[in-house]
């Protein structure tokens, strides 16, 4: 049973340019959360998701950042017109359904630099 | 909403020693708190859990301790090993919601 996987792994987009952050659950996961690691620093919580459903995004800025995890395929987390400020370690995590979030299996993380 | 505050930022113990992180939370329905461990450049991972039902929970080296009244829990690694060495984070859960809200982590360092 593979872990939950994440891809690219590393990204570097110019300012202004998308970025586009991958993941896939566990197998048999049906809740996925994505949580954003600034450098020395905990992880924030950004958004939760079930498929074609937004849960919680209230840690989701408001502007240029969004999330879907599509009936296929995985989720995704877009981010518009990045800025520097948007360089950070972006994980997603996963529980399987009725475990209520508890026991979050995270990816490897995907390291965004904005240049 | 919940905030969690975690002590030490960092902590070097002699190998085969004991170490000790506490955090603390600050709302009281909070009710389910994971530890996890990340090594540089690599993925946390999960390595005890508790819930607010029990005061202690143990495995192997590793053990978890709550005070729910005080709020607060604590993560103690025995007989520490250099491969213990890494960033451990801790989370505090609220039963109506799904997100963690996690410390700012400490930097354990096992000196051979």
């Known amino acids: 049973n593979a872990g939950v996987m994440q891809n690219p792994r590393h990204l570097v987009r110019r300012r202004g340019q998308e970025a586009r952050l991958r993941c896939s659950p566990m197998?048999?996961?049906?809740?996925v959360y994505w949580y954003r690691q600034l450098p020395e620093e905990g992880l924030k919580f950004m958004v939760y998701?079930?498929?074609?459903?937004?849960?919680?995004e209230s840690g989701m800025p408001k502007e240029r950042f969004s999330a879907e995890f599509p009936k296929e395929g995985p989720s995704i987390l877009r981010i518009q017109q990045v800025v520097r400020g948007d360089s950070a370690a972006y994980f997603c995590?996963?529980?399987?359904?009725?475990?209520?979030?508890?026991?979050?299996?995270f990816g490897p993380g995907t390291r965004l630099t904005v240049t | 909403g919940e905030n969690v505050e975690q002590h030490p930022s960092t902590l070097s113990v002699q190998e085969g020693d004991s170490a000790v992180i506490k955090c603390t939370y600050s709302?009281?329905?909070?009710?389910?708190f994971p530890w996890y461990k990340q090594e540089l450049g690599k993925r946390p991972q999960l390595i005890i859990d508790?819930?607010?039902?029990?005061g202690e929970k143990k495995d192997q080296r590793i053990a978890v301790t709550l005070n729910k009244t005080a709020k607060h829990f604590s993560l103690h690694i025995t007989e520490t090993q250099p491969e213990d060495s890494a960033v451990y984070f801790c989370?505090?859960?609220?039963?109506?919601?799904?997100?963690?809200?996690f410390g700012t982590g400490t930097s354990l360092t096992v000196i051979p």
């Open positions: 995590a996963s529980s399987p359904p009725g475990t209520r979030g508890y026991e979050q299996y």
């Open positions: 197998k048999g996961h049906s809740h």
């Open positions: 998701l079930q498929k074609e459903n937004i849960i919680d």
């Open positions: 709302d009281s329905a909070s009710n389910y």
């Open positions: 508790i819930r607010s039902n029990v």
């Open positions: 989370a505090a859960s609220r039963p109506t919601g799904n997100q963690f809200y």
